[in-house]
C-alpha cells in the first residue's frame, strides 16, 4: 500500500504560480507510473501530467505551463504550475500505480481568481 498526501494548494491569481506536493508514505523509486490529475466542479476528473518510465506526458491544456517532476530522495512528486489562469481551477489529485493498484491522495483545491 502507499499512502498519498498532497499540498501547496491555495489561492493565486491569474498569471500567478503554485507548486503542488505529493508525499508518498514509501519509496517510489520503483514506481514507475505516477501522475497528477484535477477535477473541476461539475466535470469528470482529468488527467493533467504523469511520468510513466521517465517519460512525462501533458494535457494540451496545460503544455508549456506545468512541469511534472519526482525526487525519490524525498518521495514526492510534484506539479509546478505557472501563468495559471481560472480554468485551473480545481482539485488537483495525485495518483501511482503499483501494478494492479491505483492509489489517489486526499487532492489539495487550486483556485485562480482575482
Known amino acids: 500500500q502507499v499512502q498519498l498526501v498532497e499540498s501547496g494548494g491555495g489561492l493565486v491569481q491569474p498569471g500567478g504560480s503554485l507548486r503542488l506536493s505529493c508525499a508518498a508514505s514509501?519509496?517510489?523509486?520503483?514506481?514507475?507510473?505516477m501522475g497528477w490529475y484535477r477535477q473541476a466542479p461539475g466535470k469528470e476528473r482529468e488527467l493533467v501530467a504523469s511520468?510513466?518510465?521517465?517519460?512525462?506526458n501533458y494535457a494540451d491544456s496545460v503544455k508549456g505551463r506545468f512541469t511534472i517532476s519526482r525526487d525519490n530522495a524525498k518521495n514526492t512528486v510534484y506539479l509546478q504550475m505557472n501563468s495559471l489562469k481560472p480554468e485551473d481551477t480545481a482539485v488537483y489529485y495525485c495518483k501511482v500505480v503499483v501494478f494492479p493498484f491505483d492509489y489517489w491522495g486526499q487532492g489539495t483545491q487550486v483556485t485562480v481568481s482575482s
Open positions: 514509501r519509496s517510489i523509486s520503483s514506481i514507475n507510473v
Open positions: 511520468i510513466t518510465s521517465g517519460r512525462t
